[in-house]
């Protein structure tokens, strides 16, 4: 029988530098995302990383700093010119106006923007969960879904997201309110469903409105998962820094635009004042012909219209925004010379009031009075008293 060996004692773990700092990284990458608002970005990490590895918070901060002002130069460039204004970022940046109600931005009805948003798109089917009495009573609850199909998912999660298995998610509300993501679901439909990340207790929180599961919708989904977020790119309003128009004529401007995700448009004034959809009454307003083209139409234009017309583009990623300066001009008055009007000659017949006192015929083209009973003379002239005629 041959003698057992002691097994060698059980090493440690981290036995290397490079399981140290996957593992760093895969703890990073896993962990909690905290509260609405507070995002996982390449500088949370790489300062998680610097601290954990080297166990000094102040170079990782350092570091971290250097790292965010390079980043920020390069990739979130304000570019300012007379005609044009642009930004680009990535949509990981972008911030709600309220932290506590993080739907509460314009975007929020965009499918294309909330699944840039978020860490998991699926469709899924609300499956009603057991709550207490209380619970049942309550505003909030939660409700298990049904996985039937994933869109996107990020590169490392706790637990898992599988088709055709439950996942806890929520919360959902019986009264709605959009600025908190808070929707009355269902049960039993099939819905789109934007959500983060879990935390260590598997729990999925709703971070956009979710929607109603339609193919078209799910295809724009797939679209711009697969083919991901472009700058906008807008065509000039103008070939040229301004624009005359004459008082009572009629302008129309146009704007296309090209990015992903599909931008909202909309029209300015002096940069200050919206202008709103066309109204037949008076004449004006803005006519959005396609998602990507928007035409602005002043007809029978004023004085008063004078000044700079902005189109404005917006997405997640950033905005675009070309002006044209409009000068509206009064029509030129001109002064006509008065005209001098010469007579035309006036033919008169020969015969015109040439016989005083008889009827005139023409004989070879000269006038012959034939008078009238008691006168005399070549013109009927000479008046013949009776009684001389009756001698």
Same mark, same amino acid.
């Given at each position: 029988m041959?003698r057992?060996?002691?097994?060698?004692?059980?090493?440690?773990?981290l036995?290397?530098?490079r399981?140290?700092l996957v593992l760093?990284y895969h703890?990073a990458?896993?962990s909690?995302k905290?509260?609405?608002?507070s995002k996982?970005?390449v500088?949370?990490l790489f300062?998680?990383?610097?601290?954990?590895?080297?166990?000094l918070?102040?170079?990782?901060?350092?570091? $971290?700093?250097?790292?965010?002002?390079?980043i920020?130069?390069?990739?979130? /460039?304000?570019?300012?010119?007379a005609? &044009?204004?642009?930004?680009?970022?990535?949509?990981? @940046?972008?911030?709600?106006? =309220?932290?506590?109600?993080?739907?509460?931005?314009?975007?929020?009805?965009?499918?294309?923007?909330?699944a840039?948003? !978020?860490?998991? +798109?699926?469709?899924?089917?609300?499956?009603p /969960?057991?709550?207490?009495p =209380?619970? !049942?009573?309550?505003l909030?609850?939660?409700?298990?879904?049904?996985?039937?199909?994933?869109?996107k998912?990020?590169?490392?999660?706790?637990?898992?997201?599988?088709?055709?298995?439950?996942i806890?998610? %929520?919360p959902?509300?019986?009264?709605?309110?959009?600025g908190?993501?808070w929707?009355?679901?269902?049960?039993?439909?099939r819905?789109i469903?934007?959500?983060e990340?879990p935390?260590w207790?598997?729990f999925f929180?709703i971070?956009?409105?979710?929607?109603?599961?339609?193919?078209?919708?799910?295809?724009?989904?797939?679209n711009i998962?697969r083919?991901?977020a472009?700058?906008?790119?807008m065509?000039?309003?103008?070939?040229?820094? #301004?624009?005359? +128009?004459? +008082?009572?004529?009629?302008? *129309?401007? &146009?704007?296309?635009?090209?990015?992903?995700?599909?931008?909202?448009i909309?029209?300015?004034?002096?940069?200050?004042?919206?202008?709103g $959809?066309?109204?037949a009454?008076?004449?004006r %307003?803005?006519?959005?012909?396609?998602r990507?083209?928007?035409?602005?139409?002043?007809?029978?234009?004023? @004085?008063?219209? /004078? %000044?700079?017309?902005?189109c404005? !583009?917006?997405?997640v990623?950033?905005?675009?925004? #070309?002006?044209?300066?409009?000068?509206?001009?009064?029509?030129?008055v001109? &002064?006509?010379?008065?005209? *001098?009007?010469t007579?035309?000659?006036?033919?008169?017949?020969?015969?015109?009031?040439?016989?005083?006192?008889g009827?005139?015929s023409l004989? =070879?083209?000269?006038?012959?009075?034939?008078c009238?009973? %008691?006168?005399?003379?070549?013109?009927?002239?000479?008046?013949l008293?009776l009684?001389? !005629?009756?001698?």
């Open positions: 041959r057992r060996k002691w097994s060698d004692p059980p090493r440690p773990l036995r290397s530098f399981q140290k760093t703890l990458m896993t909690f905290g509260p609405p608002g996982v970005t500088f949370s300062n998680a990383v610097i601290s954990r590895i080297l166990h918070p102040v170079l990782g901060l350092l570091l $971290l700093s250097l790292l965010l002002t390079f920020n130069f390069s990739t979130s /460039t304000l570019l300012v010119s005609h &044009t204004d642009f930004l680009y970022q990535s949509s990981h @940046l972008f911030q709600p106006p =309220d932290p506590s109600r993080p739907c509460r931005h314009i975007f929020r009805n965009d499918v294309e923007a909330s840039l948003l !978020a860490d998991f +798109v699926l469709e899924g089917i609300p499956i /969960t057991y709550q207490s =209380d619970q !049942a009573a309550g909030l609850y939660n409700a298990s879904i049904h996985v039937r199909q994933v869109a998912r990020p590169s490392f999660s706790i637990y898992p997201v599988r088709k055709d298995f439950p806890l998610a %929520g959902f509300s019986r009264r709605t309110d959009l908190r993501c929707v009355n679901v269902q049960f039993g439909a819905y469903f934007f959500i990340r935390n207790a598997g929180q971070t956009q409105i979710p929607v109603r599961f339609t193919v078209k919708r799910w295809q724009t989904v797939q998962v083919r991901g472009s700058p906008l790119q065509r000039p309003l103008y070939h040229a820094e #301004k624009l005359s +128009v004459l +008082v009572g004529n009629e302008l *129309m401007l &146009t704007c296309r635009v090209k990015g992903r995700p599909t931008p909202l909309s029209w300015y004034v002096n940069s200050t004042r919206q202008l $959809l066309w109204d009454s008076t004449g %307003g803005v006519i959005h012909t396609h990507r083209s928007s035409k602005l139409h002043i007809s029978n234009i004023k @004085l008063t219209d /004078t %000044g700079n017309y902005s404005l !583009a917006e997405n990623n950033g905005f675009i925004r #070309k002006t044209v300066f409009i000068i509206v001009s009064p029509k030129p001109t &002064t006509s010379k008065p005209e *001098m009007s007579p035309e000659p006036i033919s008169v017949h020969p015969c015109y009031q040439y016989c005083l006192h009827v005139c004989i =070879d083209g000269r006038p012959s009075c034939r009238y009973h %008691g006168y005399l003379g070549r013109r009927c002239e000479l008046f008293p009684r001389w !005629a009756k001698m």
